[in-house]
C-alpha cells in the first residue's frame, strides 16, 4: 500500500456536534414531513456535500419518498465559490408537476442554490423548494430563497458530515472550522 500522510493542518474546533446535527436533522425532517404529508415529493441532494444529510434526513421521513441525486461545479478557489456554476451530472427523472425539495450542505453566496432552482423550475416542477443544513451569515446570500435551513453559521470556512476541503474531512461526523489553504483549484459543490 502507499503510503499517505493524511492532511489534517488547518482543523479548527468543532462549531456543530453530532448531538446537534441529529436533533438539528430531526426538526428539518419534522417540518418537511409535515409540509408534504400526503404528498409524494422527489428530495434532489446536490453532491457530494449533502449525501449523509440527505441520507439521514429521509431517513426521518415517514413516508415513501424518491431521492435523486445532481452534481454541480462550481470553479475558482477551492474554499471560494466563483461566479460559474455548472450541472455535471444530471437527475433522470421527469420534473414535471412533481414536488421537488432541493437538498444543499451549505448555502455560501447561494449562486450554486440559486442556479439549479431556477433550472428545475423550468423544467415544470409543480413546486420546488430548497432545504438547506448550514447557511452561513454573510450579506452576500441576502437574497437566497431556503425553506427550511437547519443552522445560520457564521461566516467560515467548515468541514465534516459531508462538506470538505479538497475532497478530504467529508467524512467527519461533526462540523468542524477549517483553515484553508489559500491556493486556490477547481472545486465540486
Ligand atoms: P454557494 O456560494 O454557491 O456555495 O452558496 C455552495 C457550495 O460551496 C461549497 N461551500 C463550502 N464547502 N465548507 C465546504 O466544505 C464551506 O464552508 C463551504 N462554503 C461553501 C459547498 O460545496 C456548497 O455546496
Ligand atoms: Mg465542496
Partial sequence: MQERKP???????????????EAGVERLAAAVAGDYAGHD????GILKGSVFFLADLTRKIPFPSQIEFLTASSYGGSSTSSGEVRITADIVTDLRGRDVI????IIDTGLTIRH??????SRGAASVKVCALLRKKTAKNGGTPADYVGFEIDDTFVVGYGLDYDERYRNLPEIHEFEP???GKESQT
Fill in 7 to 21: 492532511q489534517s493542518v488547518g482543523l479548527g474546533k468543532v462549531v456543530i456536534d453530532r448531538a446537534a446535527l
Fill in 41 to 44: 415529493p422527489l428530495f434532489v
Fill in 181 to 183: 489553504n489559500p491556493q
Fill in 102 to 105: 432541493l437538498v444543499e450542505d
Fill in 116 to 121: 439549479i432552482f431556477r433550472e428545475f423550475a
